[in-house]
């Protein structure tokens, strides 16, 4: 039977500043900012998406920067790492590149004996990880400074600390498809298939507090479902484990629902399509400023309210 789920469809984070978290995603590590929009629920709050050139699921990280908003608190109930694919033979060319924009990482350290992995934060302190491997397929982003041949590919895995692993456990095997692929001291890893792009790791941590949403936390993951109808699937068999998914909700460039999922994370479920290329055209993806049509009435006063934002490229090549 064909799956329901089919990896991760993007992942949302908070941010503060918007104009700082964008030299970071496109500056420092290359990705493209390819849409540019409002919070559907909070218009006056900036939107932004990054990703690959054609801002594909499975690549999306999109922010919420709220000014002023308080730095979180990495712990359990959350997703605590997202984790980016880079080639493998990649490791000292990042090495010297997190050096030379001052950003601090960990001594690269192997997992499940095929990825050497680094971590490091982004300016609001949120969890990354750098995965070198030789086992991801996708072809690399064509977009930023960063040469063809060292360029991330896309989502590596997402990492949830948690008390309790099996109450996400269950859901991800129960409910959507996931399967345990490995298991290497306290982290578990999981997967809907066995591609970077795909892994959930849960890692069992006793001793950490539970995490403080704020700056520098992910808000949701959203996994990948391909169309309406297999959307509709996973809301009732969703609903019939207790977790009141919420109604379909159309976000313009795929429809999603919502529920918190028994270990604590929030989760979405995310169509495939339309996507982004929906309402800009691949080469200008990110330049306009988009919003839906319930808030192009407004256009003329957020613009006003918002500031602006820019590429700053040439201060990261
Ligand atoms: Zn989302």
């Not at 700082?20 to 409002?38: A, C, Q």
């Not at 690549?59 to 493998?88: D, H, V």
């Not at 936390?217 to 990948?224: D, E, K, Y």
């Not at 109808?229 to 977790?243: A, D, F, H």
């Amino acid at each position: 039977m064909e799956k329901l789920i089919s990896g991760i469809h993007h992942i949302t984070a908070l941010a503060e500043e918007p104009q700082r978290n964008i030299d970071f995603y496109t500056g420092v590590l290359g990705l493209r900012l390819v849409k540019k929009t409002v919070n559907f629920d909070a218009p006056q709050i900036y939107h932004l998406y990054y990703g690959n050139e054609t801002g594909a699921p499975g690549t999306l990280l999109t922010f919420f920067p709220y000014e002023g908003i308080k730095r979180g608190r990495r712990g359990s109930r959350m997703i605590t790492s997202t984790g980016f694919s880079a080639p493998y033979y990649s490791i000292s060319y990042w090495e010297y590149r997190l050096k030379r924009f001052k950003i601090a990482f960990t001594k690269p350290a192997v997992r499940f004996e095929k990825e050497t992995v680094i971590y490091f934060e982004d300016p609001d302190g949120m969890g990354l990880e750098l995965v070198f491997n030789d086992h991801d397929p996708r072809s690399a982003f064509t977009y930023g400074n960063i040469p063809l041949e060292h360029s991330i590919k896309g989502f590596y895995h997402a990492e949830i600390w948690a008390h309790e692993p099996e109450l996400t456990a269950d859901l991800l095997t129960g409910k959507m498809d996931h399967r345990l692929m490995a298991v290497e001291n306290n982290r578990y890893r999981y997967a809907s298939t066995d591609q970077p792009g795909c892994f959930i790791d849960i890692v069992h941590m006793t001793d950490k507090p539970e995490g403080i949403m704020g700056g520098g936390s992910v808000h949701h993951i959203a996994f990948n479902t391909a169309n309406r109808q297999t959307q509709e699937t996973m809301r009732s068999k969703i609903s019939e484990s207790m977790l009141n998914p919420t109604p379909v909700i159309d976000r313009n460039y795929f429809t999603s629902i919502y529920f918190r999922e028994p270990g604590g994370v929030l989760f979405e479920i995310a169509t495939t399509g339309p996507g982004v290329e929906i309402d800009e055209p691949r080469e200008k993806l990110g330049e306009s400023f988009m919003l839906p049509l319930q808030y192009e009435p407004y256009r003329n006063d957020l613009e006003k309210m918002m500031k602006p934002l820019k590429l700053n490229l040439n201060n990261y090549i």
